[in-house]
């Protein structure tokens, strides 16, 4: 049996046509050719399942798309699954992709449903829908459509390639990720960051936005939870800055983002306007995508709690002024 996996993706330009699209892992592509769409929908029964406001969303849409053996992708199917595990499994590769994409440009780009075809064995062919529930915002907490170019794409491409497959076998109902507490000693330092950007992404309200970035700086440079917003302040500001200045700014920003959060978290109301929650968030962000797409690769960050706190400790006390 052969299958052919399509997803919109919402809120995504792209400055130029780009045909066949972009390959971005084995047989995973990204388009906004509106020729592939009608071919698809010309060749196949899908339109039967779809309708017209399906095929509308996907014609005039950024898309990503599959195409296949089934037995390819070596997934443990079930007479009562129908398949359905790997429309998730696509889904959650594009999510994976766009939050990719994220680390060199802001956005808020999404995926929600995506539609799996099977065909070519001995029973009818046959449509798997399935659906995530995640709403991406952009660092203001809008959702607004986003235009990217093909270099861009090609750059998180790069990431996307060399990134480990995911589970599907090892996927809950839903398409919900393997485990309960996906937290625990196996997860590194930068995988848990991601997991609260990934959150922060989410969020339209600015001020639980910051929450998860400071909860994002935390799992990078703190060992315990003593003095926790100092260290961050201090340890962030002295891996990422470049000179005194940047370093005195990057340590008041994370100072301004902890007084937010301790006020939400506390249950305090959040008296600061607008404007400077708008300005403390993005700067946050992009504070973020900065160390995730430049520095995640660095030694301290692959250091138990012992090693993380002394290696601050000397750079503080060693640095020249």
Request: aromatic share 12%; proline share 2%; hydrophobic share 35%.
């Amino acid at each position: 049996m052969r299958y052919k996996f399509i997803a919109p993706v919402h809120y995504m330009g792209i400055n130029s046509v780009l045909n066949k699209g972009i390959q971005l892992k084995n047989n995973i592509y990204i388009s906004n050719n509106s020729n592939y769409v009608d071919e698809m929908f010309r060749q196949t029964d899908i339109y039967s399942w779809v309708g017209q406001i399906g095929y509308q969303e996907l014609l005039n849409a950024t898309y990503i798309y599959a195409n296949g053996n089934i037995d390819e992708l070596q997934i443990h199917e079930s007479e009562d699954s129908r398949f359905l595990p790997s429309c998730f499994y696509f889904l959650r590769e594009a999510q994976f992709f766009l939050d990719l994409l994220w680390e060199f440009e802001d956005h808020s780009s999404y995926v929600r449903d995506g539609f799996l075809y099977i065909y070519g064995g001995k029973n009818d062919p046959i449509l798997i829908k399935a659906s995530v529930s995640k709403v991406s915002s952009n660092q203001n907490g809008e959702i607004k459509n986003k235009l990217f170019s093909k270099e861009q794409i090609l750059s998180a491409r790069k990431e996307f390639i060399d990134s480990p497959k995911i589970d599907i076998n090892g996927l809950r109902e839903g398409g919900k990720y393997s485990v309960l507490n996906p937290f625990g000693d196996e997860l590194s330092r930068v995988d848990r960051a991601g997991a609260f950007v990934y959150k922060a992404r989410g969020e339209s309200s600015l001020p639980f936005k910051l929450i998860n970035y400071c909860i994002a700086l935390e799992c990078l440079f703190t060992s315990d939870n003593s003095e926790v917003n100092h260290k961050v302040a201090e340890r962030t500001s002295l891996l990422v800055g470049t000179n005194k200045e940047d370093r005195i700014k990057i340590y008041d920003l994370v100072k301004k983002a902890y007084g937010i959060r301790s006020k939400l978290s506390h249950g305090q109301p959040i008296k600061e306007n607008v404007d400077r929650l708008l300005t403390v968030t993005k700067q946050m962000d992009e504070l973020l995508r900065i160390i995730l797409r430049v520095l995640s690769v660095h030694e301290v960050f692959q250091m138990n709690n012992q090693d993380l706190d002394l290696f601050f400790k000397e750079l503080i006390l060693t640095r020249e002024y």
